[in-house]
């Protein structure tokens, strides 16, 4: 697994970045207040069985700081684990407008685009 080094990243276990990228399905509420990022991470390295039990959350660090999510689940297909779901919910405009500024830096800094649907 990847040392944590870079300007924006996600971490399963503090200090150590995991480097597979994450799908990722934002939904709001009508009054654009509340919603959720759903992560997938398909295969992570934090599932690999000597790192699987150290998993307490999902740490989003930037420049800012830390959003955390305890929101975490284990997809498993024929009794092997084979994927991560992770929820982050918000609950103000200003929570929002935070984790896009941290989504943007994750993004720039894995080389990936925005796009509404």
Sequence with gaps: MAKANK???IQFIRGVDEPVV???KLTRS???RTG???F???QPEIMAPETWAGITGMFMLDEEGEL???EVNARFVNGQPSALEVTYI???EEDFER???FAKRYAACNGLGYSQN
Excluded: E, N, Q, Y
Aim: charged share 30%.
């Design 40 to 42: 997938v991470f398909d």
């Design 99 to 101: 984790f896009m500024r």
């Design 30 to 32: 009508s009054d654009g």
């Design 90 to 92: 918000w609950k103000s």
């Design 22 to 24: 994450p799908d990722i």
């Design 36 to 38: 959720r990022a759903l």
């Design 68 to 70: 955390v999510t305890r």
């Design 7 to 9: 300007t924006a990243a």
